[in-house]
């Protein structure tokens, strides 16, 4: 059984066989593509990294307790209808039925870093103890998205990794 099964398996399968293969160089990324983009991380990155810079007038964006883990900050699971992913995805064509999950489209920066901080059952103290992946925006005290949140506070936030899910939380906030 084992020699029937695996006496052919470097040949592959006709079906993957038959697959038109582009012979570039480098990838050859779909702009449209709403499961995988090209991510900036290293459009005009230099070898000599800016250094800490001054930071004026800021405000808490986040305030949490001592038990966050990956999986409040990472997203995961299915992509919520009212989500600023959801929102993203629908100013790309995709009904709502073809979301599918933060998982399937982790290689387009675009919908990851709009799940960031998603998770239905992370507390912001900011909240006052209510779970939910919102956030006040100071100074107006209005209750947004975090993602929203951080574009209003003229906030980036800069993927710095993409794999599995737990990895990208190693993106990083920056003002």
Request: charged share 20%; glycine share 8%.
């Amino acid at each position: 059984m084992f020699k029937s099964t695996y006496e052919a398996i470097t040949k592959g399968n006709p079906m993957w066989n038959q697959l038109v293969v582009p012979t570039a160089d480098v990838y050859s990324w779909d702009p449209n593509s709403t499961y995988i983009r090209e991510p900036p991380f290293f459009k005009g990155m230099s070898m000599d990294p800016p250094g800490p810079h001054s930071i004026k007038d800021a405000y808490c964006l986040l305030c949490f307790g001592d038990c966050v883990t990956t999986d409040h900050i990472s997203p995961a699971g299915s992509i919520h209808k009212d989500s600023p992913a959801a929102k993203y995805l629908v100013d790309h064509s995709v009904k709502p039925g073809d979301f599918n999950s933060y998982g399937s489209r982790r290689g387009n920066y675009e919908v990851m870093m709009r799940g960031t901080f998603g998770n239905i059952r992370i507390v912001n103290k900011l909240l006052d103890g209510e779970p939910g992946p919102k956030t006040i925006h100071v100074p107006t005290r209005e209750k947004l998205y975090v993602y929203d949140a951080a574009m209003v506070l003229n906030m980036g936030l800069e993927v710095r990794g993409t794999g599995m899910q737990n990895a990208l939380c190693c993106w990083e906030l920056r003002l």
